[in-house]
Every structure is written in structure tokens, then in C-alpha cells.
């Protein structure tokens, strides 16, 4: 069984990389027309990938999946007409690959510049998310990238589902079927294979837990654009507009639990915490949300508070469950930050201009923003579209990664029968 998952993953690799060549010099109305053949092909089949994703919802519930994952995995209405949307802003965004920057003329003569190109093979190993499967897909077609993808277990039926109105997009187009590819085994010795094609695969992209992730960045031999986890942060400074801060607070915590971008720790300037922190209790108390305070935050809030261990002030909960730590200024925040964070989303609420421009000089993360909620960190948001993932690596990607994440540059010389000296 094992050498025939090997033998499988070295199909699906030749012939990605065999797409891929297709694809890199596919123009761009092709790859609309691609891309446009796939939005109505889900437009069409919208009943049957919902229903599909119901039953993995029920097995995801008698298998006892946490709040987390079977939130993740679910496609609403609400939820796939996103997907469209994303996938047309996909459509409206002007291609990068072609573009040429940066000429300027040598003394010899020549003229240097570079040129975008796609980076040739995705491999995307992800969970729970069927969105994902779509979002990757349109992504790596307008940026002339062929893609592999393997979903988790839970969303097999969703994603296989979305799949094929892809491939049907694909074929009404003229592009290569194998441009997308969608993994048919769940074993999970196809992933081993994926992450250590060199030969076929340019670069992996993983989205899931901490786990997943971890054991794909110690195991890969590719290039990976990945991040751990997201334990993101809401400062409230000393001069924050409260009116602001209380919804900002509320926003980036309870709009959704189980996503990379919610708050996780509340960090609250000790001039506004005796005026604040009692305000938003009340707001996350209705929402049901567990704190776990500092001494000084218990002090204020009351028994109500559990005691914060170390460990909380690392931990992403992906839950109803908040960090609050009352801090001395912002010195003291930025240090917090930079020490438990997982440089993926920070926020400060201030009215103090100077203050926010240290801010988000000072923290080391790879979304960083002034009076707005964390859950701003998204593609879609940032106007890409959609998005293969976030990163918090500092090399190629960082943050969102849309169409340019998803390419790379090549020098060009221009020259008319220069020879060198």
C-alpha cells in the first residue's frame, strides 16, 4: 500500500509541474475565463456542496470534533456566497506575472530589470477549512501556479465536492485538469510524500493546528510559508477613546473563536483598567467568555476572574477564553507582546498619534494595526481577494499571502549585441 501512495504522489507531482508550465505563460484572459467557468460551476452546484458539507459536519460531530474545528469546517450560506465573492475579487485583480520593474540602462549599454513570475508548484496541506480548497485553487490560477492540495479527513466530502466544479472550470477553459489537484487518499504518508517532492513542489503551504504545522516545517525539504499559531493582542492605552476600545475589544475576541486572528490576550494601560476592565467584563460575560487575569485584573474584576498562569499568556485558545493583563504603560505592552505573541496580529487603542507610530515600529509582528479589531488580518479584508494563508516568516511572504505571495522575480537583461569587456 505504501509504494502505491508513493507511486500516486509522483503522478500527481509530474503532472503538476507539467501544468505548471502551461500555466506560466497562460494569459490572463485565459486564466479568467478559467477562473470565471469555476464560479459558475459552484453558482450551480451551491445545493450539492452544502449538502456535501453536512454530512461532514455530522461526522465531524459524532466523531466529537471541539467547537473549533467543526466551526472552521462549516460552509453556510453566508459563508459560500463569501466564497464567490472572493473568487470574483480574485477575477478583478490585475494580474502580477509579466510585470516588469525596475529598468534602468548600464553604461555598457544593457538595460536590467525583473520580471514577475509564478513560483510553479504549490503543495497546500490544510484543515477543516473547505473555503481553503477554493481560495488556494483561484489564488494559484491567476498567479500561474499549478497546486497541489490534501484537506484534512473531516472535510472530505466538502472537498471533493468544490473539486469538481473546479476541474469543470478547468476543462471548460482549455487548461490542463491536473493544474488543480485535489488529494484522493487520506492516508496521511501522502503528506510525507507531498512535503519532500523537490523535484516537483517549489514551495509548501500548510494551514491548520500547531501540530500540523510543526511537524510539516521539521519534515519538509521544500520551502515552507507557514505559521504556528496566532496569539494575538489588543492593547489598551492610556489615551484610548473607550467608546473605541469596547467594541474593538469585544470584535476581535467573540466574531469568531476558532480563527488565527482573534484576540487572545487583552492588555489594558493601568490609568484606563479601573474604568475599562469592569465595562468589558460585562460585555464578555454575556458572551460567555472565560477570563484569566492577572493579580491586578482579579483585584478589579473580582472573583469572577481566574488566576493566569504563564503558560496563558502563550497560549491561542481558539475558544471562548481571554488573557487580561493590566500593564504599567506601553513599554511594558510592547514587551508582553513581543515575548508571548506569535508575530501574527497586534492591535493598540490609542488616541496619542506618537505613540501609535512607536507602536507599530516596535512590535515584531506581521499585522499591526491602530484602532481597528485583529480580525482585520485577512486577505479579503486587505483587498487580495482571498488568501493561501498568513505568514509570520520575514523571508518572500509575510502577513496575508495573495497573488504577489505567490510569486517571485527573475532578472532580465535587454540588450542590442552588447558583448562584455
Known sequence: MQESIEQYMQTVGQQARQASRVLASASTQTKNNALSAIYTALQNNESAILAANQIDMDKGR??????????????TPTRFK???????????????????????YRPT????????????????????RPNVTLEAASLALKSGNAIILRGGSEALESNKAIAAAIQHGLKASGLPETSVQV??????????????????????????????????????????IKHLDG?????????????????IALNAKTHRYGVCNAMETLLVDENVAEEFLPRIAELYAEKNVELRGCAETQRILGSGVKPASEEDWYTEYLGPILAVKVVSGMDEAIDHINKYGSHHTDAIITE???LARQFLARVDSSSVMVNASTRFADGFEYGLGAEIGISTDKIH????????GLTSQKWIVLGDGQIRQ
Do not use: W
Open 231 to 247: 496569539n494575538c493582542h489588543v492593547f489598551v492605552e492610556a489615551q484610548a477613546d473607550l467608546l473605541k476600545a469596547l467594541p
Open 397 to 404: 511572504a509575510r502577513g496575508p499571502v495573495g497573488l504577489e
Open 352 to 354: 496619542n498619534f506618537s
Open 109 to 128: 549599454g544593457i538595460q536590467i530589470g525583473k520580471m514577475r513570475v509564478p513560483l510553479g508548484v504549490v503543495g497546500m496541506i490544510y484543515e477543516s
Open 183 to 224: 488529494i484522493n487518499t487520506t492516508d496521511r504518508a501522502a503528506v510525507g510524500h507531498l512535503i519532500t517532492m523537490s523535484e516537483y513542489v517549489d514551495v509548501i503551504v500548510p494551514r491548520g493546528g500547531k501540530g500540523l504545522i510543526e511537524r510539516i516545517t521539521n519534515e519538509a525539504r521544500i520551502p515552507v
Open 62 to 75: 459524532n466523531n466529537q470534533l471541539d467547537s473549533a474545528l467543526l466551526d472552521r469546517l462549516e460552509l
Open 82 to 104: 463569501a466564497m464567490l465573492q472572493g473568487l470574483k475579487d480574485v477575477i478583478s485583480l490585475v494580474d502580477p506575472i509579466g510585470e516588469i520593474t525596475d529598468l534602468a
